[in-house]
Each structure stands twice: as C-alpha cells, then as structure tokens.
C-alpha cells in the first residue's frame, strides 16, 4: 500500500512539473521577441543638405571655323563680352582680294545684261520692221531671217550675262561666308574664361579659341535619391547655402526634373535656377549646399 502511494504522489508531481514548464517558456519566448523589434520606417520628410555646385546653362568653347594664321586678338580672360563681338581674327587678305575680283565681276556682268538688254530691243525692233516690210514686198524672207536669227541670238546672249550675275553674286556670298569664318564670334552675352590662342599662331579647322560662359541665370544641378519619396513639381521653391557663406541663404526654384531614373543610381536629376537679391556675390562654379526636399525648414548647414 505504501509503495502504490508513494508511485501515485510521484505521478502527481511530474504532471505538475510538466504544467508548470509549459507556462514558465512563455515569458522566455516574449522576451526573445522583443530582443528584435520591428524598425519604424524612415521619416521621408526629414531635411538635409544636397552638395553641388553653381552652373550655367550655356559654357562652351569658341573653336576655328577653318585654318588660318592668327592676326588679331581683341579680348583676354575674364573680360565680358556681347553676342556676336568679334573675340579674334585670322589672316583674311587673299579671301578679301577674291571677294573684291568678284565683285568686280558682278559689276562687269551687270553692265553686260544691260548693254544686251538695250541690244535685243533693237534687235526686236528690226524684226517687226522687217516683218512689215516682209508683208509690204520691200524686203526678201532672206532678211526676215536673218533678222529673226539675231533678235533670237541676242536673247540667249542676256540670259547668259544674267546667269553669270547670278553666279557672281553666289560666290561673292560665298566669299563673305569665308571671312566671316575668320573671325571668332561671342555667340552669347558672358565672359571670357580662357584664351587657347596666340597671335601669329597657325590653327586647324575646330581647333579652341576661346572659352565663354555665361554669368547668369544661376542653375543647381543634383541627384535626388528615388527612395526620398515622390518628385517634386517644377516651380517649388528651396534654399540653397554658399560653402563659403553658410550663413546667407538664396532662393532657387525648381524648372526641371528627369522624367526618368537612373539605374545605377537610383536617383533622377533635378535642375533649380537661383532668383531673387545677392545673386551679385555668386558665380559659376561655387560650392553650394541645398536645403532638400524643397518646402521642408532648412537644417542648418
């Protein structure tokens, strides 16, 4: 009897052993849970600063439209410029004796269309006559002809002298194409960054000559991570700092974004054009930091 007893506490005991396990491995398989929480999601929203550096849409080099010997430089680096200022020019003496023979010859043929001109009214003018005096008996069919003959002969002689007017006035067109070639043109208002030439030196076709940028508009360009959140509307204003400056913000809005995204990037361009006062102290160029995305408060630099 003692020994049913003390086999029956004994199962009692492990049952209760066995509960109590079950329910003390909840609080340990909690804990291990919490050890790995989920991460709550990037704020979006968060501003930051965009490194760049101030640009211009037009920057481009003033290249020899032909060969040539350097004769006359007028500008030097840094000084600014207009549209169309004559920058250079190379030797263009043979081109202006050619133009001026042509010329010369386009005046010698005009002269000739008129002399022709007057020519083939006396020559119709004999035709009639003789086509009357034909009808009248007073003259031979043989001077009918002949009459004919030169009217007809004189026509052709015109429009010879007129096709070698026109060919005149080609070349002579031809020719100011030439010298203008010559001359290493502004294409738009800026400065002078740099001079590539030198005077008395012989250039190739396509060879530098200067290199011109403009001053202004002002324009940002950056590279704005797709994982930011959605693009951002053209016209939306932002603030963007001077490295040099950081204290003093200057307004930039928005006028282009990349309808596309780059793949080895994940990241599309943006464009921004500065506006507004101080622009004055800025130039192409300069380091800049940009308060993104646009409309949040900018961090300080």
Request: aromatic fraction near 4%; glycine fraction near 6%; include cysteine.
């Amino acid at each position: 009897m003692r020994s049913r007893a003390w086999m029956c506490a004994s199962v009692l005991v492990l049952a209760a052993a066995g509960c109590g396990g079950e329910n003390a491995a909840t609080p340990a398989a909690a804990s291990v849970r919490e050890t790995f929480p989920t991460p709550s999601p990037a704020d979006s929203n968060a501003s930051k600063n965009i490194l760049s550096v101030l640009t211009v849409e037009h920057e481009v080099d003033v290249r020899a439209q032909r060969e040539g010997l350097v004769q006359q430089i007028n500008v030097e680096e840094g000084q600014k410029v207009t549209t169309g200022e004559v920058l250079a020019r190379l030797d263009d003496r043979s081109l202006a004796m050619e133009l001026e023979k042509a010329r010369a010859d386009l005046l010698v043929a005009q002269n000739n269309v008129k002399s022709k001109e007057a020519e083939k009214q006396a020559k119709e003018a004999n035709l009639r006559r003789q086509k009357l005096m034909r009808d009248a008996g007073l003259s031979s069919e043989a001077d009918l002809e002949e009459a004919q003959f030169e009217a007809t002969a004189v026509g052709y002689e015109v429009d010879s002298w007129k096709a070698l007017v026109n060919s005149s006035q080609a070349q002579i067109q031809s020719l100011k194409i030439d010298v203008e070639q010559t001359q290493f043109r502004a294409p738009f208002p800026g400065v002078v960054l740099r001079r590539y030439l030198r005077q008395g030196q012989n250039v190739a076709k396509d060879d530098p000559g200067f290199r011109v940028s403009q001053l202004e508009p002002l324009q940002v360009h950056v590279q704005v991570p797709e994982a930011t959140g959605g693009k951002p509307r053209i016209g939306i204003g932002t603030q963007i700092f001077a490295v040099v400056e950081p204290e003093h913000s200057y307004s930039a809005r928005i006028i282009k974004v990349s309808p596309t995204v780059d793949p080895a990037s994940d990241s599309y361009d943006v464009t921004m054009q500065l506006s507004g006062p101080g622009l004055s102290a800025l130039s192409p160029g300069m380091a800049v930091r940009v308060a993104w995305p646009p409309g949040a408060a900018a961090p300080k630099p």
